[in-house]
């Protein structure tokens, strides 16, 4: 495949590239979750800005966080009272850009960053049909691939970390069968 990047969408794939997932993309399926990895390799995470809180408590190191959509948050003038990760929050929040949409910011950071004429692989699963014709038309000049497919070939290799997590999911079901029927 010659891709310059790759879009993920679905819960799996978004865990899979950005290391996060969104609790309100599990309850609102409609809710939409961009994880775009470049060629170069970095990585760019579009996500509802009511799921800013897992992204700070999870500590995450993406370095181009978009959000979208509303979050009120109302804080005392003086933090000096508020917890490290509270003061965290509050810093990510101030910080981050927010857009109208999940499809905007995600055409906006496209054409910041050139993909918006290059070979791009979204990940259709995670996305209606609807959405993924608007992008296309959004931004024709580019080639916009179906890439489900490709996320799951990706995601048969293991690295090392995935094998040593598998590992210990095996002994811990191994553990609860022995005692079960034991």
Do not use: W
Not at 16 to 39: G, K, N, P, V, W
Not at 79 to 93: D, F, H, P, Y
């Amino acid at each position: 495949y010659y891709l310059d990047a790759l879009i993920a969408t679905s819960p799996e794939n978004n865990l899979y590239i950005s290391d996060m997932c969104s609790h309100t993309q599990q309850y609102l399926r409609e809710a939409l979750f961009f994880s775009i990895l470049s060629y170069s390799g970095e990585i760019t995470v579009i996500m509802p800005i009511s799921d800013i809180d897992t992204f700070v408590y999870k500590g995450l190191k993406i370095k181009d966080l978009r959000c979208y959509g509303e979050f009120f948050l109302n804080t005392a003038e003086d933090v000096k009272q508020a917890t490290g990760i509270e003061r965290k929050l509050i810093r990510t929040l101030k910080k981050v850009k927010v857009g109208r949409t999940a499809e905007d910011v995600l055409i906006e950071v496209l054409k910041e960053k050139g993909l918006d004429t290059k070979n791009i692989g979204i990940d259709e699963s995670g996305i209606s049909y609807r959405t993924l014709i608007s992008i296309k038309n959004k931004i024709p000049e580019s080639k916009i691939v179906e890439a489900s497919s490709i996320f799951r070939e990706i995601r048969m290799i293991k690295t090392s970390r995935e094998i040593a997590f598998l590992k210990k999911a095996v002994e811990i079901c191994e553990k609860a069968v022995n005692s079960a029927f034991s």
